[in-house]
């Protein structure tokens, strides 16, 4: 089909209800989270979820958080374990992602888990996607709304750029408050591990592409992600020729993340100065060095990612 012009509507019932509309009608739509922008899709519509790898480019044997309004909703479609449960009734609604078994017959499209046999959950805070998950009634598929492996969006205008013209509809809701993508861990037998560092801090053994034999657990979590078109160096003191740098506490910078050094305001300015950084006409980047400790940890495993070139 042809993509429509993308419509971007406030954040209101007005704008639910057209957002509504369009997910039951197997169109992804645009809708803040508390950590950034999901391109949110009905989960059970293969259809739908379809269209989502289409819209981003992203290669589909990478599977996609479900979103859902709650916990029990959650256990219709996954087994949780007594550790599960426990750990999601402390951080949900909030952005915490769990990977479980998937349930049989759950009604999920194979798509959306690209046919692993688990399912990743999560109910999510933020008002906006609440109120989609409500007016539609379906669990919704939704991965970050930009095109795959670039920086994910902490504002609606950072979807428009990315994926305008790509999709029917932006609904904006402002600046995220979070601005990095949930924790995501696995309870899937055995102990609980960790897939990927975010918001939540979580003391559990971390699984990754360097410490897993059995291949990539969370298969979206590449060498190279969130990349800005530009090469980006890390760790800087000052800014080299040619460079914009993204400052941290007395690293002063272009911009800065947190002139106070705190690293819950880096977290949720760091994607959207990765994105000034990108559109600025300086031809590189430069990152402050980023302590690696609490959230900070999480952060640089982001800016690793991304300075990373594609193979
Ligand atoms: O904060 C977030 O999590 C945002 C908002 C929109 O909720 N979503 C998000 O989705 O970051 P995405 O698609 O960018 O990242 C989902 C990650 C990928 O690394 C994917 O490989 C992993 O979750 N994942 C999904 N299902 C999985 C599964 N069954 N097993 C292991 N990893 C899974
Ligand atoms: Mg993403």
């Known amino acids: 089909m042809t ?8 954040f209101d019932d007005s704008g639910i209800a057209r957002a509504a509309e369009l997910v039951l009608a197997g ?7 508390e950590t950034v922008y999901g391109l ?5 519509n293969a259809a739908a979820v379809a269209r989502i790898y289409a819209a981003k480019g992203r290669p589909s044997f990478n599977p996609l958080i479900v979103h859902v309004p709650d916990l029990a909703a959650a256990e219709r479609l996954g087994v ?14 909030g952005p915490l ?3 479980v078994p998937a349930r049989a017959d759950n009604g999920i499209a194979a798509l959306t888990t690209a046919g692993l046999g688990t399912i990743a959950l999560r109910v999510p805070a933020h008002p906006a996607m609440q109120a989609l998950l409500e007016a539609t009634g379906r669990p919704l598929a939704a991965p970050s709304a930009n095109a795959s492996g670039r920086i ?3 504002r609606a205008a950072h979807v428009v750029a990315s994926l305008g013209g790509k999709i029917a509809l932006v609904i904006d809701g402002g600046a995220t408050e979070r601005g990095i993508e949930s924790t995501i861990v696995a309870a899937t037998g055995g102990e609980i591990r960790l897939l990927r560092r975010g918001p939540i801090e979580i003391d559990a053994p971390l699984i990754d592409s360097k ?3 059995e291949g990539i657990e969370a298969p979206g979590m590449m060498a190279s992600h969130y990349a800005p078109s530009k090469p980006l160096r890390l760790d800087a003191t000052e800014a080299r020729d040619g460079e914009y740098l993204i400052g941290f506490g007395k690293v002063a910078g272009d911009s800065n993340l947190s002139e106070s050094g705190d690293l819950t305001q880096a977290a949720a300015r760091l994607f959207d100065l990765l994105h000034v950084a990108d559109e600025s006409p300086k031809p590189r980047i430069s990152v402050a060095p980023i302590p690696d400790e609490g959230i900070g940890t999480a952060l640089r495993d982001r800016l690793q990612r991304a300075a990373t070139p594609s193979a």
Not at 40 to 44: E, L, N, Y
């Open 3 to 10: 993509p429509p012009d993308t419509l971007l509507l406030p």
């Open 27 to 33: 169109e992804p739509v645009a809708v803040p989270t």
């Open 40 to 44: 949110a899709a009905d989960a059970t």
């Open 80 to 93: 949780f374990n007594d550790d599960a449960r426990a750990l999601v009734e402390t951080h949900w609604p």
């Open 97 to 99: 992602t769990i990977v």
């Open 152 to 154: 994910s969006p902490t």
């Open 211 to 213: 410490t897993s034999s």
